[in-house]
């Protein structure tokens, strides 16, 4: 557990972090992902959240609508599918906010496609 200037320098690095962005889910290990856990509470002082209450954006975590969207395509509340990438505007990277998550769906979408 950080303590004294360590765990000010993450408070202050974090104090105006929104979203978690993990490029390579498939390489986080679990220890590893409780260690990002651990540390985002610390940094938040929101103990009692997962992830500080940070909102954890995963490139190959399964997502699933909560909206209807396209219902012509099959973009429906429940809809299921992969994060594939994230598009940034030109000239950014991160830490900046992407301006587009690809999100692959699952068979029931037939709309258009990359």
């Not at 490029?23 to 500080?52: H, M, P």
């Not at 954890?56 to 990438?85: Q, S």
């Amino acid at each position: 557990e950080l303590k004294g200037i360590a765990l000010q320098q993450l408070q202050t690095n974090l104090q105006n972090i929104q979203y978690l962005i993990i490029d390579e889910y498939s390489f986080v290990g679990q220890s590893l992902f409780g260690w990002i856990d651990c540390r985002c509470r610390q940094a938040t002082g929101l103990a009692d959240q997962a992830f500080g209450g940070l909102s954890v954006i995963l490139v190959g975590a399964r997502v699933m609508l909560t909206m209807n969207m396209w219902t012509e395509v099959g973009l429906c509340n429940g809809a299921l599918g992969t994060v594939l990438d994230f598009v940034y505007a030109d000239g950014q990277t991160p830490p900046a906010l992407p301006i587009c998550v690809l999100v692959q769906f699952d068979e029931q979408y037939n709309g258009p496609s990359l």
